[in-house]
């Protein structure tokens, strides 16, 4: 098993700045891949960005490419989501998971994310 705990969210103003951090525990050795997905109010979650766990390559959506950077901390075992330029649309709860085995299939419990002036 693995356990994902999120933290970083926040208030901020439109044009600003977060950084969200994921911290995993338990069977690291069996992650191949982390990720950010993001859920707003009455919408489907949707992925914004994943990183290879062992060469760090990464991926991502359209909407936040050149604006939001996915990176990891191999010692710490913890990946990152640095989030540049904010806009109201990035407002959504935002969830660390891990991919295992070719599926995303462990959950962070969320954190919010709230761009508004």
């Known amino acids: 098993q693995v356990q994902l705990v999120e933290s970083g969210g926040g208030l901020v103003q439109p044009g600003g700045s977060l950084r969200l951090s994921c911290a995993a525990s338990g069977s690291i050795f069996s992650i191949n891949f982390m990720g950010w997905f993001r859920q707003a109010p009455g919408k489907e979650r949707e992925f914004v960005a994943s990183?290879?766990?062992?060469?760090?390559?990464?991926t991502y959506a359209v909407s936040v490419k050149g604006r939001f950077t996915i990176s990891r901390d191999n010692a710490k075992n913890t990946a990152y989501l640095q989030m540049n330029g904010l806009e109201p649309e990035d407002t959504a709860v935002y969830y660390c998971?891990?991919?295992?085995?070719?599926?995303?299939?462990?959950w962070g419990q969320g954190t919010q994310v709230t761009v508004s002036s």
């Open positions: 990183i290879n766990w062992s060469n760090s390559v990464t």
């Open positions: 998971a891990c991919a295992r085995a070719g599926s995303w299939n462990c």
